[in-house]
């Protein structure tokens, strides 16, 4: 990694993430050494992208934003194909 690319915190609720046989990676982060606010990214099996558009003031609001559209919306969400989403 050059010294020119951006080096990121991630979260301790970053990772992994089980639900109806759907696995995916969960990634909260924010630029190192900063107090800016998180950034919430969702990968799916094939390794598809889904980002909020908005960020979040902690790290918990994000993993809370995460855990709301499963509920609503299902894991499969993630699945269907790259997506932007409203905060």
């Known amino acids: 990694m050059s010294e ?3 080096q990121f915190e991630y979260s301790e609720f970053s990772g992994e993430f089980v639900d109806d046989d759907v696995t995916v ?3 909260i982060y924010r ?5 800016l606010d ?19 003031d902690t790290d918990r609001e994000a993993f809370e934003e995460f855990l709301a559209t499963v509920q609503r919306d299902g ?3 993630f699945v269907e194909g790259p997506l932007q989403r409203l905060h």
Not at 31 to 35: I, K, R
């Open 4 to 6: 020119n690319e951006p």
């Open 75 to 77: 894991i499969r969400t």
């Open 38 to 56: 998180w950034t919430l990214e969702v990968f799916d099996e094939e390794g598809n992208t889904t980002v909020w558009n908005d960020t979040f």
């Open 25 to 27: 990676i969960l990634r």
């Open 31 to 35: 630029p190192a050494g900063t107090n």
